[in-house]
């Protein structure tokens, strides 16, 4: 059984941070690009980042770009996502998701594995 689960997620005052995880089970995330997308209620899914197999490239939507900074571990056969100067409109359900390449991933279709989803609200 192949899964992804992300953690992390929770309530936080605008311009705190917070780190998502994305961790892996049943196949191996090293020979998968990475990428976190998120969904606001009433919108369309939204990519945020990618981050190709060895880590060597990055991408990331302009609405974060400065602000969030994604990483892996591939020992760990882990993801994160490090976000900071939380905006409200940062709230959403985020998602990881394991592509084929990291061209796949950054055009968002193509995805091999999702995982659940964790909320994250930015709220005073």
């Known amino acids: 059984q192949f899964e992804l689960v992300e953690s992390g997620g929770g309530l936080v005052q605008p311009g705190g941070s917070l780190r998502l995880s994305c961790a892996a089970s049943?196949?191996?995330?090293?020979?998968?690009?990475i990428g976190w997308f998120r969904q606001a209620p009433g919108k369309e899914r939204e990519g945020i980042s990618c981050i190709s197999s060895g880590g060597g490239s990055t991408t990331y939507a302009v609405s974060v770009k400065g602000r969030f900074t994604i990483s892996r571990d591939n020992a760990k056969n882990t993801v994160y996502l490090q976000m900071n100067s939380l905006k409200p409109e940062d709230t959403a359900v985020y998602y990881c998701?394991?592509?084929?390449?990291?061209?796949?991933?950054?055009?968002?279709?193509?995805?091999?594995?999702w995982g659940k989803g964790t909320l994250v609200t930015v709220s005073s």
């Open positions: 998701a394991a592509a084929p390449t990291q061209a796949m991933c950054v055009t968002g279709y193509g995805m091999d594995y």
């Open positions: 049943g196949f191996t995330l090293e020979k998968h690009a």
